[in-house]
Nanobody, 122 residues
Framework: QVQLVESGGGLVQAGDSLRLSCAAS????????MGWFRQAPRTEREFVAA????????YYADSVKGRFTISRDHAKNTVYLQMNSLNPEDTAVYYC???????????????WGQGTQVTVSS
């Protein structure tokens, strides 16, 4: 089992920045990648960004490329999502997830955090 705890969400204005954190514990040695997904009301949960834990390769959705940066800290077993130039369309619950294979699909991820709300006002 892998436990994931997100933090860092909040209410910001358009153009502001936020940094989300996700602390992992448990059997993290089996993790291939860590990712962030988001879900707005009445929408499907969508991929935001992912990082391959060992290699550091990163992947981004087109909608956040150039604005969001995912990174990881091995020593702290933590993954971060730096979000810049936020806009109201970024409003959603953001979920951290751990995958044993793949990076793009929800089905690749075996463990999920509880989510943290990000609200961007115009």
């Amino acid at each position: 089992q892998v436990q994931l705890v997100e933090s860092g969400g909040g209410l910001v204005q358009a153009g502001d920045s936020l940094r989300l954190s996700c602390a992992a514990s448990g059997r993290t040695f089996s993790t291939y990648a860590m990712g962030w997904f988001r879900q707005a009301p009445r929408t499907e949960r969508e991929f935001v960004a992912a990082v391959v834990w060992a290699a550091g390769w990163t992947y981004y959705a087109d909608s956040v490329k150039g604005r969001f940066t995912i990174s990881r800290d091995h020593a702290k077993n933590t993954v971060y999502l730096q979000m810049n130039s936020l806009n109201p369309e970024d409003t959603a619950v953001y979920y951290c997830a751990a995958a044993s294979r793949g990076v793009w699909a929800k089905e690749d991820y075996d463990y999920w955090g509880q989510g943290t709300q990000v609200t961007v006002s115009s």
